[in-house]
């Protein structure tokens, strides 16, 4: 509750302007829609993303280098369970955003909303285990991490790339808790944040995969 | 007089009162910023004492330094240090003072401290990774001190880490086997620490300003630390990775920075391909904007603390607000100008020689904008203002030489000498750390509710000045005349008549180093004996100073500072018979 009305206050503080009554921490703010109200953690991730694309960024760059920089590169077929892997991703967005609107149209709804948050949080690991398979199908194969630069890259970019992953389901982990207790989307803060993560992450394994594809 | 304009309030933030939580793992900025300051206290003790011993080495190579052999019974036998150990001092001294002083101190430190306060908040935007952050710094630091004690010491390689020096493990040297794993993985631990740090830093800036605080209203300083946060975002997040990818070809058999065919002690290193180029332009794109990050900071906070002692606001306050902007986005063009002797295509040093030219323009705006506001201005001769004076000396001083460092002919002849030691520690190491002087000594009395001693504050100045310019400004000679940097010792027939020259350096490094004690002594006697210090003993406008020294808990004390100025209402009509007014200070009409 405390960080409702902080959240308020900071709300009111950003309009500004001299025309508006003071604004404490006794004044009980109007709810505001939940696609509108600004929060703080969604900041962070915006942030959060930026940083995480300069990595990704640069070891695009370091791989195109490396690639062109010797003779040694080989190219491998990419594990079959990749595309079923981007498939669930995609799909888990798209629960995702149905949990949110569920969510969003109140009380009634709550609980169809919780079961679509609680089917997203499950394809995330489903996708991590996916990515498990596939390391394991390639080691069938003997290749490892330093066989060769392309299974180098491929492992470094397919874990960093789940170690983040993880970062999500753990936050929507967390977030499920949140609205468990409070029994309200419009009481819970961080649900725009962890779903902004969240699609990014699926656009980023998107990347990743095409650029896997045409490299490996 | 200069009171905070507030609103009621219904309850206040409640401060921790255990030990642990107040002083050890606390969410209070303040005290984070004060942890971070004491840790670079610590380590700029230490990277000092490392380059007396590397200058006593360098001056009197067969001096016996009593104990050093405790230290490393290999790396000095009898306390004369083997060439190699003194490659592993030169490491730690590096490493310590780039990451742990030069962007902790001016950056995480006064930061943390500062930039809430400033911008009328109660704290960071998520407290939590602050403290995260600076337990995460410190952990780097346990890590990085370890390599002192492991088998064969630190690593060789520099703070630079070249490869494959630094990717191929114990054949290849002393160091490079454990202390080079430590190296590369305390310096990934301090990527994230500073990713933390930096994300909380921009999000606090953009959602946590007080009403009125408008963009352009903020300080410079506020404004530096956010140019800084940016930088230091997207720099950190490629020397991450590039630290994995190190780890990875040391301890996984990788090929990323491991050329073919490498012959190491003997022995062919099963290594295939890979780039040690590729590892410099990784580094370099972040250590080239780590620069910045290293001297942005202090050049805001100079351009904060040198008006309220001229008495009389900066010339163009967009146009340095702009330089700053300007460098941050220049800063990630020209990191090739480090590696023009790499073996880099020369037509590359030519294209990065052109944005490094480019990023002077800024530099040298600022330059002007600090000196002309000097112009007819009544100054104040307090400490801090002697140390923004300092600065911009020392500023021009190691910039003009970055002139002639930014073109590939030039540089080629200067590169491996010590003309660029000299410049980067002119213009990095002691332009920034003028600048955390500046801010010690500016913002001592509301840290700690203390005036420290101006006295020793002016030794102190005086002393450092000059030392520092006895120390560096031979070097630009040395390298003039082709003296070769990285080496232990100068035996070689050309380099014999320069030993009283070095000589000539380490005695002034030392009394340099040692003028630091007086600063250390006045930050303790301060702390404890030091007169009691106003709410705004220097009469400036910025919101730190319309709270308490030093602030309680929630910075403002439950109230909500409202800005109606920007901070450089300086030499203006103020209240009671006044100069300046604070950027709280509610307009006449009201």
């Given at each position: 509750m405390g960080v409702d009305v902080q959240d308020a206050i900071h709300a009111g503080q950003k309009l500004g302007?001299?025309?508006?009554p003071p604004v404490t921490r006794n004044t009980r703010l109007p709810k505001v829609a939940l696609s509108e109200r600004p929060e703080r953690s969604e900041t962070g991730v915006w942030i959060g993303i930026f940083a995480i694309v300069m990595t990704f960024a640069a070891l695009t760059s370091a791989m195109i280098v490396r690639e062109g920089v010797a003779l040694d590169w080989q190219h491998f077929q990419l594990p079959k369970i990749l595309y079923l892997d981007t498939v669930i991703l995609f799909f888990s967005s798209w629960t995702l955003e149905t949990a949110l609107s569920k969510l969003k149209e109140g009380e009634n709804r709550f609980s169809a909303g919780m079961t679509w948050l609680a089917v997203t949080l499950a394809l995330g690991g489903m996708f991590v285990i996916g990515q498990v398979v596939a390391w394991r199908v390639l080691a069938g194969q003997g290749?490892?991490?330093?066989?060769?630069p392309s299974s180098s890259f491929f492992y470094v970019f397919t874990a960093a790339h789940a170690l983040h992953l993880v970062g999500g389901i753990l936050g929507l982990g967390y977030l499920i808790y949140k609205l468990n207790r409070t029994r309200s989307a419009a009481r819970t803060t961080g649900i725009r944040a962890t779903s902004l993560y969240w699609h990014f992450m699926d656009g980023l394994w998107v990347y990743l995969f095409v650029l896997l594809l045409a490299r490996m | 007089m200069h009171e905070v304009s507030t609103h009621p309030v219904a309850h206040q933030h409640t401060a921790p009162t255990g030990f642990i939580r107040k002083y050890?793992?606390?969410?209070d900025h303040k005290v984070i910023g004060k942890q971070y300051y004491g840790l670079a206290l610590v380590s700029v003790f230490i990277g000092m004492v490392l380059s007396w011993l590397l200058r006593i080495h360098l001056a009197y190579?067969?001096?016996?330094?009593?104990?050093l052999s405790k230290l490393s019974a290999v790396g000095a036998p009898g306390g004369v240090m083997t060439p190699e150990y003194y490659l592993s001092l030169l490491t730690m001294h590096g490493t310590l003072m780039v990451f742990f002083v030069l962007t902790n101190a001016p950056f995480a430190a006064f930061g943390n401290y500062f930039l809430p306060i400033q911008i009328g908040?109660?704290?960071?935007?998520?407290p939590r990774f602050n403290m995260m952050s600076f337990w995460t710094t410190f952990a780097a630091f346990v890590v990085m001190m370890a390599s002192f004690f492991?088998?064969?010491?630190?690593?060789?390689?520099?703070?630079?880490?070249?490869?494959p020096l630094s990717a191929v493990g114990r054949d290849a040297g002393p160091g490079l086997a454990l202390g080079q794993d430590l190296w590369a993985i305390s310096i990934a631990i301090f990527c994230i620490a500073s990713l933390l740090g930096a994300l909380n830093f921009i999000a606090t800036t953009l959602?946590?300003?007080?009403?009125?605080?408008?963009l352009l209203r903020m300080p410079y300083s506020t404004w530096a630390w956010f140019v800084t946060s940016v930088i230091a975002l997207l720099a950190f997040a490629v020397l991450l990775p590039a630290c994995v990818l190190l780890i990875l070809d040391r301890?996984?058999?990788?090929?990323?920075f491991i050329p073919a065919g490498l012959v190491l002690s003997d022995k062919l290193q099963?290594?295939?391909?890979?780039?040690?180029l590729l590892w410099q332009h990784l580094f370099w794109f972040f250590g080239h904007p780590e620069v910045y990050i290293a001297i942005l900071p202090s050049i805001g906070i100079i351009a904060t603390i040198l008006p309220v002692f001229t008495r009389r606001p900066l010339l163009g306050p967009k146009a340095l607000i702009g330089s700053m902007v300007a460098i941050g986005f220049l800063?990630?063009?020209?990191?090739?100008h480090h590696m023009?002797?790499?073996?880099?295509n020369p037509f590359s040093a030519n294209i990065f020689s052109v944005p490094t030219l480019i990023i002077t323009i800024p530099a040298t705006i600022m330059t002007l904008l600090l000196t002309a506001s000097l112009y007819g201005a009544k100054m104040r001769f307090d400490t801090p203002a002697l140390f923004c004076l300092g600065f911009i000396s020392v500023f021009i001083s190691g910039g003009i030489s970055g002139f002639y460092l930014a073109q590939p002919s030039l540089d080629t002849y200067?590169?491996?000498?010590?003309f660029v030691v000299a410049h980067f520690h002119f213009v990095m190491a002691v332009a920034s750390l003028f600048g955390v002087f500046a801010g010690t000594y500016f913002w001592f009395p509301k840290m700690f509710g203390r005036m420290m001693s101006e006295s020793l504050g002016k030794w102190h100045f005086w002393l450092t000045f000059l030392g520092v310019y006895c120390v560096f400004m031979p070097m630009h000679y040395l390298g003039l005349v082709?003296?070769?940097?990285?080496?232990?010792a100068f035996v070689d027939d050309y380099l014999a008549p320069l030993i009283p020259v070095h000589r000539f350096i380490t005695i002034a490094a030392l009394l340099t180093g040692a003028a630091q004690l007086i600063f250390l002594w006045n930050l303790i006697w301060s702390r404890f004996r030091g007169p009691v210090a106003s709410e705004n003993p220097w009469e400036?406008?910025?919101?730190?100073?319309?709270?308490?020294?030093?602030?309680?808990f929630d910075n403002f004390g439950g109230k909500h500072p409202v800005v109606y100025?920007?901070?450089?209402?300086?030499g203006v009509d103020g209240?009671?018979?006044?100069?300046f007014l604070m950027q709280t200070a509610a307009p006449k009409s009201s």
């Amino acid at each position: 509750m405390g960080v409702d009305v902080q959240d308020a206050i900071h709300a009111g503080q950003k309009l500004g302007g001299s025309g508006l009554p003071p604004v404490t921490r006794n004044t009980r703010l109007p709810k505001v829609a939940l696609s509108e109200r600004p929060e703080r953690s969604e900041t962070g991730v915006w942030i959060g993303i930026f940083a995480i694309v300069m990595t990704f960024a640069a070891l695009t760059s370091a791989m195109i280098v490396r690639e062109g920089v010797a003779l040694d590169w080989q190219h491998f077929q990419l594990p079959k369970i990749l595309y079923l892997d981007t498939v669930i991703l995609f799909f888990s967005s798209w629960t995702l955003e149905t949990a949110l609107s569920k969510l969003k149209e109140g009380e009634n709804r709550f609980s169809a909303g919780m079961t679509w948050l609680a089917v997203t949080l499950a394809l995330g690991g489903m996708f991590v285990i996916g990515q498990v398979v596939a390391w394991r199908v390639l080691a069938g194969q003997g290749l490892f991490l330093a066989t060769n630069p392309s299974s180098s890259f491929f492992y470094v970019f397919t874990a960093a790339h789940a170690l983040h992953l993880v970062g999500g389901i753990l936050g929507l982990g967390y977030l499920i808790y949140k609205l468990n207790r409070t029994r309200s989307a419009a009481r819970t803060t961080g649900i725009r944040a962890t779903s902004l993560y969240w699609h990014f992450m699926d656009g980023l394994w998107v990347y990743l995969f095409v650029l896997l594809l045409a490299r490996m | 007089m200069h009171e905070v304009s507030t609103h009621p309030v219904a309850h206040q933030h409640t401060a921790p009162t255990g030990f642990i939580r107040k002083y050890v793992f606390s969410l209070d900025h303040k005290v984070i910023g004060k942890q971070y300051y004491g840790l670079a206290l610590v380590s700029v003790f230490i990277g000092m004492v490392l380059s007396w011993l590397l200058r006593i080495h360098l001056a009197y190579p067969d001096y016996h330094i009593p104990f050093l052999s405790k230290l490393s019974a290999v790396g000095a036998p009898g306390g004369v240090m083997t060439p190699e150990y003194y490659l592993s001092l030169l490491t730690m001294h590096g490493t310590l003072m780039v990451f742990f002083v030069l962007t902790n101190a001016p950056f995480a430190a006064f930061g943390n401290y500062f930039l809430p306060i400033q911008i009328g908040a109660e704290d960071m935007a998520f407290p939590r990774f602050n403290m995260m952050s600076f337990w995460t710094t410190f952990a780097a630091f346990v890590v990085m001190m370890a390599s002192f004690f492991v088998a064969d010491g630190p690593p060789i390689s520099g703070w630079t880490a070249y490869a494959p020096l630094s990717a191929v493990g114990r054949d290849a040297g002393p160091g490079l086997a454990l202390g080079q794993d430590l190296w590369a993985i305390s310096i990934a631990i301090f990527c994230i620490a500073s990713l933390l740090g930096a994300l909380n830093f921009i999000a606090t800036t953009l959602d946590l300003r007080a009403r009125g605080m408008s963009l352009l209203r903020m300080p410079y300083s506020t404004w530096a630390w956010f140019v800084t946060s940016v930088i230091a975002l997207l720099a950190f997040a490629v020397l991450l990775p590039a630290c994995v990818l190190l780890i990875l070809d040391r301890v996984a058999g990788t090929s990323f920075f491991i050329p073919a065919g490498l012959v190491l002690s003997d022995k062919l290193q099963p290594h295939s391909g890979g780039s040690p180029l590729l590892w410099q332009h990784l580094f370099w794109f972040f250590g080239h904007p780590e620069v910045y990050i290293a001297i942005l900071p202090s050049i805001g906070i100079i351009a904060t603390i040198l008006p309220v002692f001229t008495r009389r606001p900066l010339l163009g306050p967009k146009a340095l607000i702009g330089s700053m902007v300007a460098i941050g986005f220049l800063s990630y063009m020209v990191w090739g100008h480090h590696m023009f002797v790499s073996g880099m295509n020369p037509f590359s040093a030519n294209i990065f020689s052109v944005p490094t030219l480019i990023i002077t323009i800024p530099a040298t705006i600022m330059t002007l904008l600090l000196t002309a506001s000097l112009y007819g201005a009544k100054m104040r001769f307090d400490t801090p203002a002697l140390f923004c004076l300092g600065f911009i000396s020392v500023f021009i001083s190691g910039g003009i030489s970055g002139f002639y460092l930014a073109q590939p002919s030039l540089d080629t002849y200067l590169h491996a000498t010590y003309f660029v030691v000299a410049h980067f520690h002119f213009v990095m190491a002691v332009a920034s750390l003028f600048g955390v002087f500046a801010g010690t000594y500016f913002w001592f009395p509301k840290m700690f509710g203390r005036m420290m001693s101006e006295s020793l504050g002016k030794w102190h100045f005086w002393l450092t000045f000059l030392g520092v310019y006895c120390v560096f400004m031979p070097m630009h000679y040395l390298g003039l005349v082709g003296n070769v940097r990285r080496y232990s010792a100068f035996v070689d027939d050309y380099l014999a008549p320069l030993i009283p020259v070095h000589r000539f350096i380490t005695i002034a490094a030392l009394l340099t180093g040692a003028a630091q004690l007086i600063f250390l002594w006045n930050l303790i006697w301060s702390r404890f004996r030091g007169p009691v210090a106003s709410e705004n003993p220097w009469e400036a406008t910025s919101l730190e100073w319309a709270t308490t020294s030093p602030p309680p808990f929630d910075n403002f004390g439950g109230k909500h500072p409202v800005v109606y100025h920007g901070p450089n209402e300086l030499g203006v009509d103020g209240p009671d018979g006044t100069d300046f007014l604070m950027q709280t200070a509610a307009p006449k009409s009201s």
